[in-house]
Structures are given as structure tokens and as C-alpha cells.
């Protein structure tokens, strides 16, 4: 069995759903799950309806409505021209809008937008976008059944980021979904919708449908989770920074959410950790070029069995616009607890540190921007003296094997050689090797690394 996710673009017009069912076709054997997200940006705009509503804006949400209801009859018109499907994928379409309606009118007459509400409007996405692939795909000769989402996913009633209740939903998975596998059909499954025990629409959080994907993986026991999209898979660096980047084409989970931290644009490491926990392996594939293997991310645990590559580093990540933070003070020579009184500020403020480094009389620290700056120079004041600086960028190069091969430090500062580093942090998880750097300097020093240690003339070596 495959599990296989697809993005809300591979779904968007009669091309895109001819290439999707070329490739399920050519996996039929392998007994295919489907799941899919909301088409295009159509969750972004159920976002757009609840803050209209927030704002006490009802004919403002109603217009949104309309615009998603034009966009999916405009996606369906494009893909089922007539017969039986097309007035089906209508009356799902109408029957969803309804639905939509219904509610805005609602939370209209309540004057109120409760968690519960977000959840019911927010999931309307892949409920009408699950239902009407099924119908797309069936109209390209596969047998399919729309599978709800809220009778397989159980979840806690943590409304906009519910927790899946893990055993549950297996075993409504395995309920739900073996009996159409059974019969020969491919299930088509809504990501990031789920309902708690008590029935209540829940939904996963932001980008959850790659959770739903992984759960089923793992309910299933599936021999692979494949994540569809229009990308070659996860990449040796941005590509809008560095032209030739590559797809990667191994990579340990640990590189994975190491990347996803370091601000590569990769899987979100928490959807994909229960398969990756049950063993599943996981490939990104790019639907526009199906026969490329896209990246495979196995259990860092097998790391020893299965090579990264050839190479040291994976991936060269980085992040712009971060604050770097310098703690000074001659008191601490020699003192204890003065770290735990610096950190402290920063829990207060709940302010989350990323880089550390330490000296004796010294601690920096990198951070995302935060409106509590002048707050946090206020409070470290008392203790020591506080150096800001804003507009510096982090530079990681990303390696299940950086700690066992010789060389790779000298290698990155070579490549650096005329850029001016202001902090290095290297060997707490021991799979990067992060630099601070102005951030001007940021896509020179990621086309350097990358080309010093990810280029694909450094193949093999
Ligand atoms: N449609 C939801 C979102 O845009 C979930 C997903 O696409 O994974 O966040
Ligand atoms: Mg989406």
C-alpha cells in the first residue's frame, strides 16, 4: 500500500489532473491512498472570511464565498465538461457553498467567531476538495471513493491546531479505508480535517493535510509515503539563491528537520514523524516530472545502513533577518548561574533563542525579530551589558556526516574567506554547522558553501 499526498496546485486544471491519474494509474498495483489539500489558496480565503467576520464584516465574507464557490466551478468546468460527473462535482460544489453560507450566517447573528466556528469554516477546503478529485479521477477511468476526513482523523478539541489521537485514528483508518482498498478503489482522503470523539469539526494547524498524509501512512502500515508536489524534491539550497540546486537525494530525518529549522523550505519534521517513526520511507516527488526519484528521508536511526551520500553536507540553509544578541559581563568570570539569570529574561519575555555561543564573560544569541527588543536591552541591563544587532542572516550547512569527515570546517571558512563571520555554533546536534553573517552577505555565503561543498561536479568524492 502508498500513500500518496498531493498539493492543492496539481489539482488546479484538466492538465494537472491528467498527470495525477497518469501517476496513479501506473500504481495501481501497489494500492494506492490518496490525500489531498484545498485546492490552490483556497484555505487562505476561509481565512479572509473569519477575519471579515472578525471585523463584524458579514457582506465581506459572503464575497469571499463567492469568489471560492467561482474559483472551484471555474476548476470543475475546466476538467469535467458534462455527463453525470459534472453535475455530481455541481452539487457537491453547491452543497459545500451552502453549507459555507449557512455558517457565515450564523456567526452573523451571533456576532461571535468562536474556535469551534474557525474550525467548521476552515475545514470547508478539503472537504469540497477530496470529493471532487474523486470525481476528476474518476472521470479519467479510475475507480476512486471520497473518503471524510472527520470520521478517520480523531483529534483532542484543540481547535486551529488539534492533536490527533493517534490509535484512534488507526483504527478508523483501517475501518474506513481497507474495505474500499477491498474493492479495488483508491480512497480520496481531505487532509487537515478531523473531528474530535464527541463528532466537532477539528482542523491540524496550518499545512496539516502532510500530517494527515503521515498518519494514514503509518495507520496503514503503508510500504511508502509520497509527497507530491511541484518542486524535484528538497534541494541542495534555495534556487532563488543558487541557480543550480540540486535535489537531494537521500536524506537521514534528522537533515530533514534540521533544514525545516534552519529555514530551508522543506516538510514540516512533526507531519512526517510518525511515518518516519513506523519505518515508512519518504519520498518528495515533483508531479510535473513523475519518472525523477525526488528525495528519499529514512529514519536518521538507519543512517548507518543507509548512506546520505557521498558527501558531507546535504544542504546549505539559511535564514535573513535575524537579531544577534551579545551578553557581557565581567561578573561572570568565574560566577555560576549567571547563564540561568540571562535565560530567564528571555523565558520571561518568551523570547525563543536559535544559536547560542558562550565564553567566559560572554553569551550570544541569535533570535527572530521580536517588538520586545528594547524590553529585553532593559531587563539584560541589569545583569550585564547588551550589544543588538539587527540585520545579520544564519548560514547552515546541513550533514548527517559533518562530525566523521575531516576537512569540512577548513572548507567552510576557505569559502568564506572574505566575509566577515560573527558567530559559529557547531556540534550540538552535530548535523550543521551554522554561521552569522551580515545579512547583505547571506547569498554570496550560500552560493560559496554551495558551491564549494554541495556542487554536483564534487559528486562521488
Ligand atoms: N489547506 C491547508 C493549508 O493551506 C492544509 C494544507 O494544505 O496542508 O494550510
Ligand atoms: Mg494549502
Known amino acids: 500500500m502508498i500513500v500518496m499526498k498531493f498539493g492543492g496546485t ?6 494537472a489532473v491528467d498527470r495525477v491519474a497518469g501517476i496513479l494509474a501506473g500504481r495501481i498495483d501497489e494500492r494506492p491512498v490518496v490525500v489531498v489539500s484545498a485546492f490552490g489558496d483556497t484555505t487562505d480565503a476561509l481565512e479572509g472570511i473569519l477575519s471579515a467576520l472578525d471585523r463584524g464584516d458579514a457582506g465581506g465574507a459572503r464575497a469571499v464565498a463567492g469568489e471560492i464557490g467561482r474559483g472551484h466551478a471555474d476548476v470543475v468546468g475546466r476538467i469535467l465538461t458534462a455527463g453525470p460527473a459534472a453535475t455530481e462535482a455541481r452539487d ?14 450564523g456567526m452573523e447573528c451571533l456576532g461571535e467567531v468562536s474556535a469551534r466556528s474557525r474550525d467548521a469554516v476552515l475545514a470547508s477546503g478539503e472537504m469540497l476538495s477530496a470529493p471532487l478529485l474523486a470525481l476528476f479521477l474518476s472521470s479519467r477511468g479510475l475507480k476512486t471513493r471520497a473518503a471524510d476526513p472527520r470520521f478517520i482523523v480523531a483529534t483532542d478539541e484543540d481547535h486551529g491546531r488539534a492533536a490527533p489521537l493517534v490509535d484512534e485514528t488507526a483504527t478508523r483508518a483501517r475501518s474506513v479505508l481497507l474495505p474500499m482498498i477491498g474493492a479495488g478503489a483508491i480512497p480520496v482522503v481531505g487532509g487537515y480535517v478531523g473531528a474530535s470523539i464527541r463528532g466537532v469539526v477539528t482542523t491540524l494547524g496550518r499545512g496539516g493535510s502532510d500530517l494527515t498524509a503521515s498518519l ?16 524535484d524534491g528538497i534541494l541542495t539550497a534555495d534556487p532563488q539563491l543558487v541557480p543550480d540546486a540540486r535535489p537531494v537525494p537521500r536524506l537521514s530525518f534528522r537533515e530533514a528537520a534540521e533544514l525545516a529549522f534552519l529555514g530551508a523550505r522543506v516538510l514540516h519534521p512533526a507531519s512526517i514523524q510518525p511515518a518516519v517513526e513506523a519505518g515508512i520511507p519518504v519520498r518528495v516527488r515533483n508531479s510535473y516530472k513523475p519518472t525523477n526519484p525526488g528525495t528519499l528521508i529514512f529514519d536518521s536511526s538507519a543512517a548507518g545502513r543507509i548512506s546520505t551520500a557521498d558527501r558531507a553536507v546535504s544542504s546549505v540553509a539559511c535564514k535573513r533577518d535575524q537579531v544577534l544578541v551579545n551578553v557581557y559581563s565581567t561578573r561572570m568570570l568565574g560566577a555560576r548561574g549567571f547563564l540561568r539569570r540571562v535565560f530567564e529574561v528571555f523565558d520571561r519575555l518568551a523570547i525563543s533563542v536559535d544559536h547560542i555561543a558562550t565564553s567566559e564573560v560572554n553569551v550570544t544569541v541569535t533570535m527572530a525579530p521580536t517588538d520586545r527588543v528594547e524590553q529585553l536591552k532593559a531587563e539584560l541591563g541589569a545583569v550585564a551589558e547588551i550589544g543588538v544587532t539587527t540585520d545579520v542572516g544564519v548560514v547552515s550547512v546541513v550533514g548527517e556526516s559533518l562530525p566523521s569527515t575531516p576537512g569540512v570546517a577548513a572548507r567552510v571558512f576557505g569559502a568564506l574567506s572574505d566575509i566577515n563571520v560573527r558567530l559559529v555554533t557547531y556540534g550540538g546536534s552535530g548535523v550543521n554547522l551554522s554561521l552569522v553573517v551580515a545579512d547583505r552577505d547571506v547569498p554570496l555565503a550560500v552560493r560559496r558553501l554551495h558551491a564549494e561543498l554541495c556542487a554536483a561536479s564534487d559528486e562521488g568524492t
Open 10 to 15: 496539481s489539482v488546479k486544471d484538466a492538465e
Open 92 to 105: 457537491v460544489l453547491e452543497g459545500a457553498l451552502e453549507r459555507l453560507r449557512r455558517l457565515i450566517d
Open 216 to 231: 494514514l501512512a503509518k495507520a496503514l502500515g503503508a510500504d511508502t509515503l509520497e509527497y507530491w508536489k511541484d518542486v
